[in-house]
């Protein structure tokens, strides 16, 4: 299993520009998850979604949009760019049942940074 | 959610024992203790959780106080490798509770 995967692993930005970051597991968990990590600080949740097509904000979830359309995939929209938006950004998943939540396994990280 | 404190740093010598320690002093009864940790330049990984007895794996083992007000995470003999950031998070039970409350752990730095 290659766990989940991120792309890019980098890229820089201009002001006002838009991306996508793309996320992918092949655990076939039902829950998947966006965070940033800003500069010497834990992680805070950005969006989250309890399967295909159910989204629903985080903590921080200004200036991003998601969708789930499939269980194996959860992109992360940036629409316009701004500087506060610098972070690195991790995705996660999780299985998760009525009963019981099990442990949340991270991609690698995209390290965005906007200029 | 109930918060926890860890120390910002600590450090260690290469195959001695670390501890390190989290204090959950407002935990209510349904509360999982959860560790993760992250490597740098990595995403978190999950190392060990518990409820109220002690836990082992292969990475680590959990010591829980019998009041559930602090718990420590035991590394048996560091190694270069078990550098990293150290979250004590924790976690209410059941389906529902499946949400992950980052602090700022604490920054273990391991001595060659």
């Known amino acids: 299993n290659a766990g989940v995967t991120q792309t890019p692993k980098f890229r820089i930005l201009k002001i006002g520009q838009s991306m996508t970051l793309q996320c992918t597991q092949d655990?076939?968990?039902?829950?998947m998850y966006w965070y940033r990590q800003d500069p010497g600080m834990g992680l805070k949740l950005i969006y989250y979604s309890v399967g295909a097509g159910i989204t629903d904000k985080g903590e921080v979830p200004n200036g991003y949009n998601v969708s789930r359309s499939t269980t194996e995939d959860f992109p992360l929209r940036l629409e316009l760019a701004a500087p506060s938006q610098t972070s690195v950004y991790f995705c996660?998943?999780?299985?998760?049942?009525?009963?019981?939540?099990?442990?949340?396994?991270f991609g690698p990280g995209t390290r965005l940074t906007v200029t | 959610d109930a918060k926890t404190t860890q120390p910002n740093s600590m450090e260690s010598n290469e195959e001695e024992p670390v501890h390190l320690p989290c204090n959950h002093s407002?935990?209510?009864?349904?509360?999982?203790i959860h560790w993760y940790r992250q490597l740098p330049s990595q995403g978190p990984e999950y190392v060990i959780h518990g409820l109220t007895s002690n836990v082992n794996n292969r990475m680590a083992s959990l010591a829980i106080a019998e009041d559930r007000k602090s718990s420590t995470l035991i590394l048996h003999r560091a190694t270069l490798r078990d550098a990293a950031v150290y979250y004590c998070i924790l976690r209410g039970s059941g389906g529902s509770n499946y949400k992950l409350t980052f602090g700022k752990g604490t920054l273990l730095t391991v001595n060659p």
């Open positions: 655990m076939n968990h039902n829950y």
């Open positions: 996660a998943s999780s299985y998760s049942t009525g009963t019981s939540s099990y442990e949340q396994y």
């Open positions: 407002t935990i209510s009864g349904t509360d999982y």
